[in-house]
């Protein structure tokens, strides 16, 4: 059974920083790309990062220089570093896990973790 377990929401003030960590079971974790996805209140899902095994990132443009993902392939952990934190960043944080030749069958998320920017 996969699960990916999230963890390190909050609240934070604007200008604060968080971790957000991921960590996951029941897959080979060495075969698939990682990410974090966010859902404000009355918004669809957005991508915010992505890290591929090897360790190659994609950001979200209003996130760059501020967030950074990484995994640790031996730990099955991912995380997301947060800083320069902003209130429009207050959103529930899901965890994502992509398998890299079948990203469509084998999709997974967590159950999301709050986090809230106040200004």
């Known amino acids: 059974q996969v699960q990916l377990v999230e963890s390190g929401g909050g609240l934070v003030q604007a200008g604060g920083s968080l971790r957000l960590s991921c960590a996951a079971s029941?897959?080979?974790?060495?075969?698939?790309?990682m990410g974090w996805y966010r859902q404000a209140p009355g918004k669809e899902r957005e991508l915010v990062a992505t890290v591929t095994s090897g360790g190659s990132t994609n950001y979200a443009d209003s996130v760059k220089g501020r967030f950074s993902i990484f995994r640790d392939n031996a730990k099955n952990t991912v995380h997301l570093q947060m800083s320069g934190l902003k209130p429009e960043d207050t959103a529930v944080y899901y965890c994502?896990?992509?398998?890299?030749?079948?990203?469509?069958?084998?999709?997974?998320w967590g159950q999301g973790t709050q986090v809230t920017v106040s200004s």
């Open positions: 994502n896990a992509a398998h890299l030749f079948q990203p469509a069958a084998r999709n997974y």
């Open positions: 029941g897959i080979i974790f060495s075969r698939y790309a």
